[in-house]
């Protein structure tokens, strides 16, 4: 029967080819299929039959891939779907993620279960719901503690924070109570990179299998927070964009870049046209980007506030101060130059440094000073009043450093 097959689908071939050498070579079907013609390559042409042949001949094996169990329970399935509805929800992430713990809590008759970020130095939960304060779960972990006890949620925690592994469990103590912990980590699908971590808390004695249900969620949960975060990051970046031309910084209660920039326009026209003197100042808060990684965003832009406040009670009244940018401040001094700022400036240290600010204590500044000469244009102001900042910086800061055309 086979041998019947291979030759059908070889004849198949042989009639259909020949039709089309008839059809290119113009000449007769009779002489295409018995090969009466001057350009037939007898090898080819037998050796391409023979392929047919011994192909058609071969059994062809089919494997099937057997697909893997999915280990999920009735009720899993059913808190999957409901938690897939939840998380395509258009409601804030907080309320979304204590609904699905609320379904899984329901659903699964677990004891509770949490969901939390990866932050700097910490991991922070995300969900809020009521049964977490009951068993003892805190609001945030810090895995690099020293001496974590090795049965405790926190040593648990750090574990999956620190290392690669993606699901762990584990018996632990809380409150005196003994737990079964179930954590599976969520990433970044982008990237890979770890964002945070899904963890179900069980009876000591529950030994229900959890792993593929935990796969599943921590990849919805992965997708809503990345998407949070972006919505967040848009947020932000229209608010700086906003903010870099408004006239007023509503943040720190200061003049914004546009108004900055307006006055300068406005002084160095003056200066082109009446000779009168004008000093341009930058200053950039030391170490900032430290406090920033130590405090909540909230708490860094109280700071930043607190010390734009003591800056320009030393200004005068026909200066301007004002944000430079996000990282810098700047004063547009009238009528000074740059002898005059550096002696206004050295003021404007003196009485920083005698103050003190809650939480940090001290502060100091590094500042830039340049002065509007006949043979500048306003780029160059900008770009040697920012370069004297650089350099002041790269003496490590508390620094002034003068820069003036020459």
């Given at each position: ?20 050498v008839m ?7 009779l ?14 042409k ?7 042949f011994?192909v058609s ?6 494997t099937?891939?057997?697909?893997k169990e ?15 509805d ?7 992430l ?18 509770t279960?949490?969901?939390a970020?990866?932050e ?7 969900n ?9 779960i805190?609001e ?11 049965n ?11 290392e ?17 912990v179930?954590?599976?980590s ?14 179900i ?9 959890y792993?593929?249900f ?5 990849e ?14 848009a ?5 700086r ?7 007023i ?29 004008l000093?341009?100042i930058?200053i ?6 430290n406090?920033?990684n130590i ?11 607190d010390i ?5 009670r ?8 004002g ?10 001094a ?9 002696s206004?400036?050295?003021k404007?240290?003196?009485n920083?440094q005698?103050?003190?600010f ?9 500042y ?12 160059e102001l900008?770009k040697?009043?920012?370069s ?6 790269e003496?490590?800061?508390?620094s002034?450093e ?5």
């Amino acid at each position: 029967m086979k041998i019947i097959l291979s030759l059908s689908i070889v004849s198949i071939y042989w009639f259909l080819d020949s039709y089309q050498v008839m059809q290119n070579l113009n000449i007769s079907y009779l002489q295409a299929v018995i090969l009466d013609y001057n350009q037939v390559n007898y090898f080819i042409k037998f050796l391409i039959v023979a392929l047919f042949f011994i192909v058609s001949l071969t059994p062809i094996k089919v494997t099937h891939t057997p697909q893997k169990e999915t280990n999920h329970t009735p009720d899993q399935f059913t808190a999957i779907s409901k938690i897939s509805d939840i998380i395509l929800s258009p409601v804030p992430l907080h309320k979304q993620l204590n609904s699905v713990v609320a379904i899984m809590e329901k659903e699964l008759k677990v004891q509770t279960s949490f969901i939390a970020s990866f932050e700097h130095e910490s991991i922070l939960l995300l969900n809020t719901n009521d049964s977490l304060k009951k068993i003892g779960i805190k609001e945030k972990y810090l895995p690099h503690h020293d001496n974590l006890a090795s049965n405790s949620l926190d040593n648990l925690l750090s574990i999956c924070f620190l290392e690669k592994r993606g699901f762990f469990d584990d018996i632990v103590i809380i409150n005196g109570k003994s737990f079964k912990v179930l954590v599976k980590s969520y990433k970044s699908k982008k990237s890979n990179q770890k964002l945070g971590l899904v963890a179900i808390v069980l009876d000591s004695e529950d030994n229900t299998d959890y792993s593929n249900f935990l796969l599943m969620i921590s990849e919805q949960i992965a997708f809503t927070v990345e998407l949070t975060k972006k919505k967040e990051e848009a947020i932000k970046a229209q608010n700086r964009y906003n903010a870099q031309f408004s006239s007023i910084d509503t943040q720190l209660n200061i003049a914004g870049t546009s108004k900055l920039q307006e006055m300068i326009n406005h002084e160095v026209k003056r200066s082109q046209r009446y000779g009168t003197k004008l000093s341009l100042i930058l200053i950039e808060i030391d170490h900032m980007k430290n406090l920033s990684n130590i405090f909540s965003e909230d708490e860094t832009i109280c700071l930043k506030k607190d010390i734009a406040s003591v800056l320009k009670r030393g200004v005068r009244e026909t200066d301007l101060f004002g944000k430079w940018n996000d990282e810098h401040f700047a004063i547009v001094a009238p009528d000074i130059d740059f002898r005059a700022a550096k002696s206004f400036v050295d003021k404007l240290n003196r009485n920083l440094q005698e103050h003190r600010f809650s939480k940090v204590g001290k502060i100091t500044c590094t500042y830039g000073i340049t002065s509007f000469s006949a043979k500048d244009t306003i780029g160059e102001l900008r770009k040697r009043a920012e370069s004297a900042l650089k350099v002041a910086h790269e003496r490590g800061g508390n620094s002034i450093e003068v820069k003036i055309l020459v």
